[in-house]
């Protein structure tokens, strides 16, 4: 199909999106922490239901989770239960992080950090660990972007274009609004993406089984391909071990954007409220793997796994249903890669220039706003141009960093007695190891690298901490009043 309809559609997705994202500034200055970063901590329960919705939906969802069911098969459901469990931890933790914001006056993830433990230091320490994994999920969703263009436009747009095209559009809107942008965009894209993904799955399994559900679809994979249906899946690379190390790796990765989005609310309470509606969302999911697994025998020769929906529906669907998938998978991408880019200048201004050079809030909030044109330009687009493997495996390398800093989380929700040199020495600890496993000696005994770093990570904490001075008694209370109130009574 070489129609220009699609290409238009999708291209004018990216107009649309921007004019969404810079009228979200509504006349307010964006120069503070508090406004750019956390707008200013107001949004209601439907926006910050989408938000965060959106925000974890992505092109994984659209290309990489489908790209792993024609490949790999079964395996792809790891992402079922991370995303559920992302629901649990929202309701949970994200009333009492908002609480630390709102009483504390954080803006990052890191700022909670450094403010528990009493160091800058450490804080610093956790915003450039958390900004590799922020930068890897950042170069997943532009990866995911370009190719949505290359294949709409039949190879017009080159994939070096196309990055360069949809981070110059979020730069824009990122810039002038801020968290408020990303909220608006997330919102309207997260309804797109849902309506999208269910129209494309039904629409395809009918013309697949010629029923209008999924069940078809399986039965005659049993048939002709039984072994996409069991671990360790098609390839036989994706082992039980490989598969649930990824799970818990996963599991324990609180990504910086989430915590930013828990901050942006107008109450603990709506964040409760938003988080009992995750699991109505995240359904959005199961269409587009099932697209997935009719691509196996539909498209058996396809060069790219990750582009099964996007070949399929060009081959088999109607060109305005095809020019809506590609803004529907476009406003996957987008969704998410905007938050992970916003976090990472946020807190690299916040967490590490802001104490390194002594700078006041007013100076720290203009500065992350600019940052966001070198992490975009001179990390990000490289990096996405480089295309450094496929779509789900660069999400499971970046959680697998972002899973090191656990233990200063430990110490913030659960464990009173941890000390700024335990968190230190295990995040150090962790991070060595899941890079000489992720580089060096790939994920060893078939165990994901992330896994392996706790391995040594929380021991080291845990004897580090029980060795070394703990953190001021009246700070743990204050933190421990929010986080664990049971903790403290007698």
Known sequence: MHDSVPL???????????????????????????QWGVAGRSMG???LYLLIAAGSVSAYTFMGAPGWAYSKGVPVFYVAIYLAYLALVAWYFGPKVWKFGEQFGHVTQASAIADRYQSPLLGALSALVMSIASIAYAVLQTIGSAYILLVMSGGRIPLW?????????IAVYLFVSGQRAIGRTNAFQGVLM??????IGLWAAYLSTGEWGFSGVFTRLEASHPEYLRLPGAGGDMSFSFWTTSIIVSMLSFMPPVWTQWMSAASAGTIRRSASWLPTYYVVILPLVVVGFIGIYSLPELERADTVVLEYAMANMPVWLVGLLGAGTLAASMSSSEPFIHSVALSLSRDV???????????????ARWLIFPVMFLIVAPLAIWEPGNLVMILLIGLGFASQVLPAFLGMFFWPRAS?????????????????????????LGLHAGFWGLMLNLPVFVLVSLLTRPVDEAVTLRFFRIAAPWSLKR
């Open 8 to 34: 238009l559609v999708t291209l004018g997705y990216i107009a649309l999106a921007m004019a969404i994202g810079l009228g979200a500034r509504g006349g307010r200055c964006m120069d503070t922490l508090e």
């Open 420 to 444: 700024a040199a335990g968190v230190i020495s295990g995040i150090s600890a962790g991070f060595v190891v899941t890079v000489l496993f992720t580089v060096v000696w790939p994920h060893p």
């Open 353 to 367: 220039l802001q104490p390194g050079l002594k700078l006041d809030d007013q100076h720290a909030g203009k500065l």
């Open 45 to 47: 329960p439907v926006t």
């Open 161 to 169: 274009a196309g990055v360069l095209l949809v981070l110059s559009a």
């Open 194 to 199: 849902l309506v999208v993904a269910w129209v």
